[in-house]
Each structure stands twice: as structure tokens, then as C-alpha cells.
């Protein structure tokens, strides 16, 4: 089986991950525990064609993701692309170029040829032993994204250092910053890559970065941007769903849950992204203490959630009342208590 994240494909990574989200996560909005790999063109959580990218929470997303309960620590300390940006790009990406490259070991069984067809080809642009290299590290980011953020950032820098004109690398350096919650680079890289392409597939991760940055007001500009038009359905739920976290960031509850209400929330139809939007929704209404409409939705999610993306069957579960109890607790409790005795000691 093979999944896709962004625009390179490899074998599937199983996610999961109920807290931490961006990294695919620091995310209380546990949503989509999906399996992802690679980079190539989206269609699992957007419904599309296309591979896409899966880590959101409130979007009921699971993945690198951020919190819908508050503000964003930090901020862009630096320029943006709106006030000298360029300039500030171009010292950056200099500076960047002087760095070593330090490379990292690749396992034998990583060839390179996991790759999306669509990438293969900008790296044909690459001298062969140069696109192998390149290729080789995109694997590795697409492998390590959810399970090992941090490893994954490590070799999208290295393809970063080896070919940063291909949009290819530059998407995949801006899902791996992401992951992290480096949410000013990951914007970057990720206005680099619709530069290079003129698409509009990132403009709700763009939007979500915005979010990461503090600057929810700057998410909702972009959500009524006309480039928000030409996503397709699954784009617009996606940019939906941002929309939606940044009302919450700023602590627009009740604006929260109306932007949630449309026509694919009310559908009875279950779309790949269903479930997110279904467990968002409830999650929103739960933050706003109507606990029963919450339960309903929840309830709803698990319905659609068929291959258990979702945490929803939990949060179902938490609003009944229902405990669970680790069994390695369990049996830390039993040692602790001395509720196990051993027939050998009776006798002594």
C-alpha cells in the first residue's frame, strides 16, 4: 500500500498521535490518525485526486498539528514576504547555501524509486547522481514525517541544501518544518513552492502557518481570498476547517461553529474528509459547553470514521462516562498495593 502527503510518494507510515500535533503535533482537537508517507499529489483528506496532506486538528485532523484552544506561541521575528521579504529571503537562502552539507545515513532499502512520478520528473532537471541523492533524502522525510518529525526535518534540510530550486523540495521542506512547528519557515518553503508552481494547493497550510504564528486575523483574510475559489471541494473544507480554528484562536466560539455549518457538515454522504469535519464540529460545540449537541456529532464522526482515523469513538466514550484504565497501570497498581501475593512468601 501507498500514501501520499504533499508530492512524493513511499510506503505507508501509520500515525498516531492524540496530543503533540504538527508533526502532523501539538493538537487537542484529535482528529485524523491516518497512515501518510510522501509527498505526491493529494487525495486522502482532501478528497481530491491528489495525495494530500492529513495533519490538521481542527480540522478533527491528527498530524502535525496545532492547537484550536488558544493563541500560537511565538511569532515571525523576522521579515515576511509582505514588508522586504525578498531581500530577507535572499540573505537567508545565501547564507544557507555557505552551510556544510551534512549528510545522513540512508538505509539500504530506500532507492529513491519510491518517489511520485510528478517529482521524478522536476528532478530530471538534476544531474542523474544528484536527483538520486535528492530523491533518496524525499523518501526519507515522506518515511520519518509522522513517527519521527524531527528525523525528517534532518533530511528535507539535506535535500534542501542539494536542490533547493525544485518546488518538489521545497514543499517537502515545508510539511517537515511544519511537523515541527516551525511555522515561519514552514511558510516560507511553502510560499517558495507556489511560487514555483503557481498552484494553489498549500494556501490553507499557508493559512494554518498564519495560525501557528499567532496571526489568526491573517487566516481569516486568506480564507475569503479569491485564490480560495480555486481549491477544489476538498481544499475548501480544508480552508474551512483553518478558518474555523482561527475564529477559536481568538476566542470566537459561537463564529467557530457557524463557520463549521455548511452544506458538507449537513450531507449525509461520506467524503474522506467527513469525519474531520464532523469530530471539529463537535469538538467546537463542546468547547462551548453544549455537551449534549457534541455528543450527538462525535457520535456522527464515529459513523463516518470507518478506518478508525479518529479518535471520536473516545471523546464519545468520555462524554458517557465511560473510564479506561491502562492495563500497565493496572498491574503497577497490583505491585504497589501488594495486591498480587506469591505462595512462596505465605510460607516464610
Known amino acids: 500500500m501507498t500514501v ?13 498521535d492524540r496530543g503533540d500535533r504538527s508533526g502532523f503535533r501539538r493538537d487537542d482537537n484529535r482528529g485524523e490518525r491516518g497512515e501518510r508517507g510522501g509527498f505526491g499529489r493529494r487525495e486522502d483528506s482532501r478528497g481530491g485526486d491528489r495525495g494530500g496532506f492529513r495533519g490538521r486538528d481542527d480540522r478533527g485532523g491528527r498530524g502535525p498539528r496545532r492547537d484550536d484552544r488558544g493563541g500560537r506561541p511565538g511569532g515571525f521575528r523576522g521579515r515576511d514576504d509582505r514588508h522586504g521579504g525578498g531581500r530577507f529571503r535572499e540573505d537567508r537562502d545565501r547564507d544557507r547555501d555557505r552551510e556544510p552539507i551534512k549528510r545522513l545515513p540512508i538505509p539500504e532499502d530506500v532507492t529513491g524509486e519510491e518517489i511520485d512520478k510528478d517529482v521524478r520528473q522536476e528532478l530530471q532537471s538534476l544531474p542523474k547522481t544528484l536527483a538520486e541523492d535528492v530523491a533518496k533524502n524525499l523518501v526519507m522525510v515522506a518515511r520519518l514525517i509522522d513517527e519521527d518529525p524531527e528525523g525528517a526535518y534532518g533530511y528535507s534540510r539535506v535535500a534542501l541544501r542539494l536542490a533547493s530550486r525544485v518546488a518538489a523540495v521545497r514543499e517537502a521542506a515545508g510539511f517537515a518544518a511544519y511537523a515541527n512547528q516551525k511555522y515561519a519557515e514552514a511558510l ?7 511560487r514555483m508552481t503557481g498552484t494553489v494547493e498549500l494556501w490553507p497550510l499557508m493559512a ?17 481570498a479569491p485564490e480560495v475559489q480555486k481549491l477544489d471541494k476538498a481544499g475548501q473544507v480544508e480552508m474551512r476547517l483553518v478558518a474555523a480554528g482561527a475564529r477559536r484562536d481568538m476566542g470566537q466560539l ?6 463549521l455549518q455548511s452544506s458538507e457538515l449537513a450531507s449525509n454522504s461520506v467524503q474522506p474528509w467527513t469525519a474531520r469535519l464532523r469530530y471539529a464540529y463537535a469538538d467546537a460545540l463542546h468547547a462551548a459547553g453544549r455537551s449534549d ?8 464522526a464515529v459513523e463516518a470514521d470507518r478506518d478508525g482515523s479518529t479518535d471520536a469513538s473516545d471523546r464519545l466514550a468520555e462524554l458517557d462516562g465511560v473510564e479506561f484504565m491502562d492495563a500497565l497501570d493496572e498491574d503497577r497498581t497490583e505491585d504497589e498495593t501488594g495486591g498480587t501475593v506469591n505462595e512462596d512468601d505465605d510460607k516464610d
Open 254 to 259: 459561537d463564529a467557530a461553529i457557524v463557520t
Open 4 to 16: 501520499t502527503v504533499g508530492r512524493v510518494v513511499t510506503t505507508a507510515v501509520t500515525v498516531d
Open 188 to 194: 516560507a518553503e511553502f510560499r517558495a513552492a507556489r
Open 293 to 300: 449537541e457534541a455528543r450527538e456529532w462525535f457520535a456522527k
Open 208 to 224: 494554518d502557518c498564519e495560525r501557528g504564528l499567532g496571526r489568526p486575523e491573517k487566516a481569516l483574510d486568506m480564507a475569503g
